[in-house]
């Protein structure tokens, strides 16, 4: 911290935690609460009981956890891909390119992620490209919504990369397919895998656009928790939201020993 008297830290941490506690952390708190509860009595749930998690990690639960999985893993691999590729052509192409690539791949988070699934669904309903009513239409989605998370990422990376390692291997009569991928890849791998993370995250948050777009072989959990809260079963879409935080952090904390490793490698 950047205060050295004690008085200062104290107040600092008194500050952070009045701050912190009632906007963030108590909403998730009373969320965990009524995740075990059966009814509310006063101001928070009681009535504790387990049932709802019995329900949460079984049957259609169960499969909308392995599609929320499976959609963020997918589209968080093809836009790291995507961007990386796409930062790496805008630092080549110089300021003017790389202006005109950040505006293209910041357009779909400038709007709402509704209108990019209204739009992902009129431009993919008809031949030659039919998508509509399959998985891959969702994937494509949220594949969209975070490409631009990740381009960002990476592009900021590239930008505060020290050349001369690059041009050592080079000068050392490397060619550049070998700097790419045995120098200037490696010093990107922690913001490559922070940018996966971040990418994942938002993926298996995201309920708008998947909202207009998922067939119902192809169900993310978020829509069970909105529909599950919609009909009235609180304490059921609150054990379902548990579930999916849990399932999003377990990943978070693999990927961020991972960076780990890669930063001190």
Not at 112 to 129: D, E, I, K, R
Not at 234 to 258: C, D, P, W
Request: proline residues 6%.
């Amino acid at each position: 911290m950047l205060v050295h008297s004690r008085t200062g830290r104290w107040a600092a941490r008194v500050t952070f935690a009045v701050l912190f506690v009632p906007l963030f952390a108590l909403p998730l708190l009373v969320i965990v609460a009524a995740s075990f509860s059966t009814h509310w009595s006063g101001a928070l749930p009681s009535g504790p009981t387990t049932a709802h998690y019995a329900a949460a990690v079984r049957g259609e639960s169960l499969r909308a956890l392995t599609t929320s999985l499976v959609t963020a893993v997918t589209a968080s691999l093809i836009a790291l891909t995507v961007g990386t590729w796409a930062a790496l052509a805008g630092a080549a192409l110089g300021r003017k390119g790389k202006r005109v690539l950040d505006a293209l791949f910041m357009l779909p988070v400038a709007v709402p992620s509704v209108v990019v699934g209204l739009a992902v669904l009129v431009a993919y309903s008809q031949p030659p490209v039919l998508l509509n009513g399959t998985r891959w239409i969702v994937i494509l989605a949220h594949t969209v919504l975070v490409t631009a998370f990740a381009h960002q990422s990476v592009s900021a990376a590239i930008e505060r990369l020290d050349p001369m390692y690059e041009q050592a291997a080079a000068g050392l009569g490397a060619r550049p397919s070998y700097v790419l991928l045995r120098v200037r890849l490696p010093l990107l791998l922690p913001s490559l895998n922070a940018a996966a993370g971040l990418c994942f995250a938002l993926s298996m948050g995201e309920l708008s656009a998947t909202m207009m777009l998922y067939p119902p072989d192809w169900t993310p959990l978020p829509v069970l928790v909105f529909t599950a809260t919609d009909r009235g079963s609180l304490f059921t879409g609150s054990a379902l939201a548990v579930v999916l935080m849990a399932a999003t952090l377990l990943v978070l904390l693999a990927v961020s020993r991972i960076r780990n490793r890669a930063s001190f490698r």
